[in-house]
């Protein structure tokens, strides 16, 4: 760059901002990234198109190495199961199944989707509040492993494993309070009032059910170690309590997801590098409990359980970069500065908990100043950052925003907007694209014009 000639700048009067800093102290932006995963950003732009999303296969498998390795080398018996509604494209859920992983769903297109994938039924743990009766035959004809949620879908899969002459083996959810984090108290049986047990109970006296597992997640984003440590003595105590009163043999303790990623939510002051635990500290918080439980049971001539991981966000979210153009720029009415990028909020659908990174991806000059990036959609709510420092862009220009892996690709929504291609890079340094971008044809295509409609 330094080679450059500078280009000529219009001169511009700006007020200060006391706090913020002025043409004197301004911070040169010449932080940026041109490449992903190799990839020069304008060769992809070329490609592919703006906005982009753009996945990395190494990403994604060194991330499910180093979650497996962090568990692996701490706890002899280990299963990782992959979170399909954290990001369920198939390139997605194959990289991951390549890498050792279980799928975990939480619908009936999630399981058909694993299976479609190939995923055995003996692999996939079928979680979520609404199984109907249809997918539970399926599961129950295909030795699924199901997670019963509520009293009601007990007494419905009873009847179905009766209705198919089978003895299944389940897992029941249940939620209690660590101390730690907000206790989730909607999804499985409460522990602290009595449900659970009963729900045990009840299996253990089942000629069709047999109790096999239990399965917990503490809730998103969980900062603290701590809180899985506790997580895991609350299950290990359960177990225990489980076994004493009802005779029946748990074989697997699942502590669900909700390791952070390394995002910042807003609010947040420091980097994620600073406040996000490594894999290695939630892996030592939970496995000194798993070995005082396996140790423990041992000692008592027990088996000890299996620990099922289902880790979503950590596992993928670093692994996604979206790339999106700058469309407009504008002075708003009280002197900000604000820019318009092709990605909305409808794809970005994170931006709502995070403030991502967002990195220039060519030098650009001039004074930083606080802007407002606005997304595509003809709508108020659609900020993709309410404030961050940029200098005066152009039409044209292109943003690096990260880490979008998780959850975007599936709770995105087409919203006014055709929703973009996604592409993977692969570590022979090629790029597929995973999912087409959308067009016309495909938005309209479960549409049906009544006859008499047809013209006007
Ligand atoms: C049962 C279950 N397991 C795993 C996950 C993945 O969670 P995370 O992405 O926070 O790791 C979720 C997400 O809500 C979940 O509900």
């Known amino acids: 760059m330094t080679n ?6 219009k001169p511009s009067l700006l007020a200060h901002k006391t706090g913020l800093m002025n043409k004197v102290g301004a911070v040169a932006q010449h932080h940026f990234i041109s490449e992903v995963d190799g990839h020069p950003v304008e060769d992809l732009m070329k490609a592919y198109g703006s906005p982009l999303f753009v996945l990395s296969e190494q990403g994604i498998r060194d991330n499910v190495r180093q979650l497996r390795r962090a568990f692996e080398t701490r706890f002899p018996r280990v299963i990782y199961a992959w979170s399909y509604k954290t990001n369920y494209l198939n390139a997605v859920c194959s990289t991951m199944h390549q890498e050792g992983a279980w799928a975990e769903v939480v ?25 109907k009766r249809s997918i539970l035959e399926r599961v129950v004809e295909e030795g699924g492993r199901i997670h019963i949620d509520h009293l009601d879908e007990l007494y419905l899969l009873e009847d179905v494993a009766a209705k198919a002459e089978k003895k299944i083996s389940v897992t029941i959810r249940i939620n209690f309070d660590t101390g730690y984090t907000q206790a989730w108290s909607r999804f499985g049986f409460n522990l602290e009032s009595g449900q659970a047990m009963d729900a045990a109970r009840r299996i253990g006296q089942s000629a069709f059910l047999e109790l096999r597992g239990i399965h917990s997640h503490i809730g998103t984003f969980i900062l603290d170690p701590r809180a899985y440590a506790a997580q895991a003595r609350i299950m290990c105590g359960f177990m225990e309590a489980v076994e004493e009163q009802t005779g029946c043999k748990i074989e697997s303790v699942d502590l669900g997801g909700g390791f952070a990623s390394k995002n910042t939510l807003h609010g947040t002051y420091l980097p994620p590098e600073q406040v996000v635990p490594s894999i290695d500290q939630y892996a030592e918080a939970i496995c000194d409990v798993m070995m005082e439980c396996k140790n423990n049971r041992e000692a008592r001539g027990l088996p000890f359980p299996t620990l099922i991981l289902e880790s979503g966000r950590a596992m993928v979210d670093d692994a996604g970069t979206l790339l999106s153009s700058v469309v407009g720029t504008k002075r708003l009415p009280d002197g900000k500065r ?16 995070y403030n991502h990174a967002v990195h220039l991806t060519s030098a650009v000059e001039g004074i930083p100043e606080e802007t407002v990036v606005y997304g595509p959609l003809c709508m108020n709510i659609d900020v993709v950052r309410a404030s961050m420092m940029l200098p005066p862009m152009s039409v044209g220009d292109v943003l690096h925003i990260s880490p979008v892996g998780a959850y975007n690709n599936t709770q995105w929504m087409q919203f006014i907007e055709y929703r ?27 549409e049906k014009l009544p006859a008499h409609l047809a013209e006007f």
């Open 4 to 9: 450059q000639t500078k280009t000529w700048q």
């Open 107 to 131: 619908s009936a297109f999630e399981y058909e989707k694993a299976r479609a994938l190939g995923v055995p039924a003996d692999r996939i743990l079928f979680n979520g509040p609404h199984k």
């Open 338 to 353: 604000s820019i318009v990028i092709d990605a909305g909020v409808n794809i970005l659908f994170t931006a709502f908990w």
């Open 420 to 446: 973009p291609a996604v592409v993977m890079t692969h570590p022979d340094g090629s790029v597929s694209v995973i999912r087409e971008a959308e067009d016309l044809a495909c938005v309209v295509a479960q």
